[in-house]
């Protein structure tokens, strides 16, 4: 009866998942198939990705499975297929904390790091920083410096992202890779300006004169990238407890409350009223969070209402400005918007505001 | 007021997941190793998480001191997580990433069934939006680039007739050796 539910059920969705009811050990056998040659890529990429999906699906793979398994994988570095070529990748990454001895494909992922194709480069660049270790790093890091001034945003940003993971493995890689870092900097990319930014923190994040100069820099010529701008909000506000350049800073954050992306308003409004600031110097950010109480878009709206209302708990009187919008919101349609806007005015709310 | 600004790091995805219509996990990825470090606590929350979203198409809510925003298609529901106090804007442009990448790599097909047909591109897809908690990229349209599609899933109308024959010649094999 059970199976006949179930046989029902997949009519419906179309056929079924091909991927239910896969058996470990079955897959794992298959993956044999990995050591035929020549490669045949689009069995061995359904393969690969059955594996990949037990794996997602939380099934726990033994030590001695994971390195057969791995081992297996690396056979298909002899086929050229794109699609193959990077779901190894992806395998190497997922199986890198289970198998023994990975760094077996230091090698192969160097060559592709260098190689021609972008888009192994930057996938390849990835996959090598989660199977480095302490010992490696050495030996790859005159590619990894060139990979963060590459001209291919991908490269570049691979190089910068999988350079902060490898700060585990060693502390002051980020340090060794500044100047790098600070070249990315300058790139066009809004990803890879904001990858190197947070290279660049984490670089000097102990030494506060370094971060001042990094910010004081930036805030001059204002990022591009909306990604990095938030981050620098952030950077100024963690900065501003210790420095004597307060105003600076502080009409930086402003500034950015007309910034053209939303996100980077928000960053700052948000930012502005956290601080812990008085009444009368929170007051722009209130106007900006204000309008985004009566915008179409729900998570604006939201973000708006969530942060007023912590506000609330400290400068109610800020906050009397809004009750009208806050009364809009209580018919709102997402259910915690209508209780964050209603638990806002029972901080702020009169007698006057009872009735309506 | 203090501990809600937030530390300056790159680090801002908890995870991201794609559920089917029963609330079961197509794929889901879990950045931070103190958030649901094992599987089971994993599914918990997915099962939590789908069954207080599955209804009210809310876009946003908080849930086990994780700000989630989601959306959802046909039969599959797509979320994106972060800290509770992380902008949830940015937080926003991540799921719209993931949602548009995915729709361009299905062909505006999105769909369970589509989903698995493509599940090889789509976990190249998610694994290029966001590389251990850090968003690696967050325009659709460099993402689905930056996953090589094969060559013939270009649509048919675009394919030479020798391209077609040798597709066609391909399945037929293939469905011979099944």
């Known amino acids: 009866m059970n199976a006949f539910k179930r046989e029902k059920k997949e009519e419906e969705d179309g056929g079924g998942n091909p991927f239910e009811n896969l058996e470990k050990t079955t897959v794992l056998q298959e993956a044999r198939t990995f050591n035929d040659t020549p490669v045949n890529p689009r069995k061995c990429a359904h393969i690969l990705t059955k594996i990949l999906y037990l794996l997602n699906q939380g099934e726990q793979l033994g030590t001695m499975e994971a390195t057969e398994a791995f081992f297996a994988m690396t056979k298909l570095f002899q086929s050229r297929d794109v699609v193959l070529r990077r779901l190894v990748y992806l395998g190497i990454k997922e199986l890198s904390s289970l198998a023994e001895d990975v760094i077996i494909v230091t090698s192969s992922l160097t060559k592709d790091m260098t190689g021609k194709e972008d888009l192994y480069r930057a996938a390849a660049i990835r996959a090598l920083c989660t199977i480095t270790d302490g010992g490696m790093l050495v030996a790859i890091e005159r590619y990894m410096k060139q990979a963060i001034v590459d001209r291919s945003p991908a490269v570049s940003s691979a190089a910068l992202v999988s350079s902060l993971h490898l700060t585990n493995v060693s502390g002051d890689v980020a340090r060794r890779w500044a100047n790098e870092a600070q070249e990315a900097l300058n790139s066009n990319n809004v990803m890879v300006q904001y990858h190197a930014l947070g290279v660049l923190y984490q670089a000097r994040k102990t030494d506060k004169h370094a971060v001042i100069k990094l910010v004081a820099k930036l805030m001059r010529t204002s990022p591009k990238s909306p990604y990095a701008a938030c981050m620098l909000i952030r950077m100024a506000c963690k900065l501003l407890d210790e420095v004597d350049e307060r105003e600076e800073l502080l009409s930086f954050i402003e500034v950015c409350l007309r910034h053209k992306s939303e996100m980077v308003v928000y960053e700052a409004a948000h930012a502005l009223v956290n601080l812990g600031r008085n009444g009368r110097e929170i007051t722009p950010a209130i106007s900006v969070l204000q309008l985004f109480c009566g915008s179409q878009k729900l998570v604006l709206r939201f973000a708006a209402v969530r942060t007023l209302n912590k506000v609330a708990m400290t400068h109610p009187a800020s906050v009397t400005t809004c009750n009208l919008d806050l009364e809009n919101l209580i018919t709102d349609s997402n259910r915690s918007i209508a209780t964050l806007a209603i638990t806002t005015l029972l901080k702020t709310g009169a007698e006057s505001s009872v009735d309506r | ?178």
């Open chain 2, 1 to 178: 007021m203090d501990g809600q600004l937030l530390e300056p790091t790159l680090y801002t995805v908890k995870g991201m997941a794609i559920l089917d219509n029963d609330g079961n996990r197509i794929l889901a990825k879990y950045y931070d190793k103190n958030v649901f470090p094992t599987s089971k606590e994993q599914k918990t929350f997915e099962k939590n998480l789908f069954n207080k979203t599955h209804r009210a198409n809310a876009e946003i809510i908080m849930l086990d001191g994780l700000t989630c925003v989601y959306r959802s298609n046909v039969d599959l529901f797509f979320y994106v997580m972060g800290s509770s106090h992380e902008n949830e804007l940015i937080l926003m442009s991540v799921l719209n990433c993931l949602y548009d990448s995915v729709s361009q790599i299905l062909r505006k097909n999105v769909e369970k069934r589509a989903v698995l047909d493509s599940l090889d591109i789509v976990m190249l897809a998610m694994d290029e939006i966001c590389d251990g908690g850090i968003i690696l990229d967050a325009d659709p349209s460099s993402v689905v680039q930056r996953v090589a599609l094969r060559t013939d899933d270009i649509p048919l109308g675009e394919q030479t007739v020798a391209q077609v024959l040798q597709s066609a010649k391909e399945q037929l094999k293939w469905s011979l050796l099944k």
